[in-house]
């Protein structure tokens, strides 16, 4: 800074002290306060208590298909089946659908009318029913999601 | 520093690129933290989906349960029974009504356990409907493997 009326140039020293203080107590908040948070999605179900009951035959209305989910002595899945014929796989199980539905999914199309009945038994392990949602509702393609059953629902639990 | 044969000097350090890195570091931290309330348990190890791709809207109104392995729920942070939710979302659902609001506005998140049992997953559902509530949203990690 140049003073009025001299020519010298004083250094003005800045004490830097405070400021990095500071910027370290703010770093090390954050890094204490940082939650690695990994991504999570849904599935929406929507499910009102008496839609078994409230469903009345309609000609719009296509019968539901149902996937059976049978579970072995762990929990693990032993079988699965829809509409009771025996299928592999989950990947089987998503060509199946694509099979039923066609690959048309928009506005009024047959996927959008059809509904997925889950038959799961009680011990069966949820990661399986999650596997068999993403076969039914859909699949990936150069990235983007292709949709194909949006209507899921439960039959009623059993317990064994 | 004293010098070798000379009288002691001040050796000033340059402090920029460290302040630099320190503000890029705090930048870096500030946008990766995540403000959002969402409700996280490590003891949750969620199934994983390719078709779970997170919610761009926000959900009204949400309700999470999360069921654990073992078969116990975390309720805004309290670990409960089964059984013992049906109380807690009558008072969810009261506080509801009392808003003027239906519980089928509500959208109830499950997060289960992956080794969880459907049947139990099932039971939540089946004791939220009893309650009135009918949105649900089954959550699984995103899992972005080809």
Redesign the interface.
């Known amino acids: 800074m140049a003073r009025r009326g001299s020519g010298l140039v004083d250094k003005v020293e800045i004490n830097m002290t405070p400021m990095i203080d500071v910027v370290f107590q703010l770093m090390s908040f954050f890094m204490c306060t940082l939650k690695v948070v990994s991504p999570e999605g849904d599935f929406d179900i929507r499910m009102p208590i008496a839609a078994a009951a409230a469903a009345l035959p309609d000609e719009q209305q296509v019968p539901p298909v149902r996937v059976r989910l049978a579970a072995g002595p762990g929990g693990e899945l032993a079988s699965i089946a829809m509409n009771g014929t025996p299928v592999a796989d989950f990947d089987e199980l998503r060509r199946r659908i694509i099979g039923l539905v066609g690959a048309d999914t928009g506005p009024n199309s047959l996927a959008e009318k059809t509904e997925v009945e889950l038959d799961c038994d009680y011990g069966l392990g949820y990661a399986n029913v999650v596997k068999a949602i993403t076969a039914v509702s859909g699949r990936v393609e150069d990235g983007r999601i292709v949709e194909l059953i949006r209507k899921i629902k439960f039959t009623p639990p059993k317990k064994n | 520093m004293a010098k070798r044969g000379g009288g002691p000097t001040s050796t000033e350090i340059d402090?920029t690129p460290m302040?630099d890195m320190?503000?890029q570091?705090?930048t870096f931290?500030?946008f990766?933290?995540?403000f959002s309330e969402?409700e996280?348990d490590d003891r949750i190890q969620?199934?994983?989906?390719?078709?779970?791709?997170?919610?761009e809207g926000v959900?009204e109104k949400p309700i999470t349960l999360q069921?654990m392995n073992t078969g116990d729920v975390i309720y805004a942070g309290e670990r409960v029974a089964v059984r013992d939710i049906a109380a807690r979302l009558e008072r969810e659902k009261s506080v509801m009504l009392d808003e003027g609001l239906e519980p089928?506005a509500a959208?109830v998140?499950v997060r289960?356990?992956?080794?969880?049992?459907?049947?139990e997953?099932?039971?939540i559902?089946?004791i939220c409907?009893?309650k009135g509530f009918?949105?649900?949203?089954?959550?699984?990690?995103?899992d972005d493997r080809?």
């Open positions: 402090m302040i320190t503000f570091l705090i931290f500030m990766v933290m995540n969402a996280q969620l199934p994983s989906s390719q078709l779970a791709k997170p919610a959900i069921l089928s959208t998140i289960a356990d992956g080794r969880a049992k459907t049947g997953v099932q039971d559902i089946r409907q009893e009918e949105r649900f949203a089954l959550r699984a990690q995103y080809r």
